[in-house]
């Protein structure tokens, strides 16, 4: 699978959107960029994926540049419940690929 | 959406005793289920891919005949930690994988906290 580049950490107030970026320049044709976050000592939830076409859910915004080889997580009013690790994945949706984990983005939201 | 249940959610344990960590999914059949370590202030590392019904598939590093793993059924999938040390104390987080369709989405469970004293 690919490997995701991001931010060690990032600050954003609450109430303000949250834009979490995510490098995958060598990403193959197949693979998806899934998003999970991690609150503290917690197991990671499942925030939004997609192939190449933006995507939208209750919970955030994916976009996804032309080339595939970045995309953005968006939290588009970011509250206190949002701080967490956010974690970039790519992975193939076939076979028994798993999903790899790396160092992630410490988002911090302040009142 | 889909749930995973860990059990327990934290323990305690003695060095050189065993431990069983149980993993569910409870609203859908898991034919796939992963088991990850994580410790402080690091990232999620895969110790092994389960399938129902064969062999579990451990990750480089990782002894097989210290983390048992058996996924006896499409719901639960159990990690037994033996001879446990204190090295092995750590959040050991279970995934099932949910494959229906074009669906393929991997669940996570809470987490268990193991202490080995």
């Known amino acids: 699978d690919a490997k995701t580049t991001q931010p060690t950490s990032m600050d954003c107030a609450e109430g303000r959107a949250a834009n979490l970026p995510c490098n995958h320049s060598?990403?193959?044709?197949?693979?998806?960029v899934y998003w999970y976050r991690q609150i503290h000592s917690q197991g990671p939830q499942y925030i939004i994926h997609?192939?190449?076409n933006n995507e939208t859910n209750e919970m955030a915004s994916l976009i996804i540049t032309e080339d595939r080889k970045s995309s953005t997580l968006i939290l588009p009013h970011a509250t206190l419940r949002d701080t967490a690790v956010y974690y970039c994945?790519?992975?193939?949706?076939?076979?028994?690929?798993?999903?790899?984990f790396g160092k992630g983005t410490m988002l911090l939201v302040s009142p | 959406g889909a749930v995973v249940s860990q059990h327990p959610s934290w323990v305690i344990c003695k060095s050189g005793t065993s431990v069983k960590i149980e993993c569910r999914s409870l609203?859908?059949?898991?034919?796939?289920m992963f088991w990850y370590r994580q410790f402080p202030k690091q990232s999620l590392m895969l110790m092994a891919t389960?399938?129902?019904?064969?062999?579990?598939?451990?990750e480089q590093g990782v002894e097989k005949d210290k983390f048992l793993i058996n996924h006896a059924s499409l719901t639960l999938s159990t990690l037994t930690v033996t001879s446990a040390h204190p090295e092995d104390s750590s959040f050991y987080i279970c995934?099932?994988?949910?494959?229906?369709?074009?669906?393929?989405?991997?669940?996570f469970g809470p987490g268990t906290r193991l202490t080995v004293t």
């Open positions: 995934s099932a994988r949910q494959r229906q369709g074009r669906k393929d989405e991997q669940y």
């Open positions: 060598t990403i193959s044709g197949n693979e998806y």
């Open positions: 997609g192939l190449k």
């Open positions: 994945i790519v992975r193939v949706n076939s076979g028994y690929s798993t999903l790899t």
């Open positions: 609203d859908f059949q898991a034919t796939t």
């Open positions: 389960s399938n129902e019904g064969s062999k579990a598939t451990y």
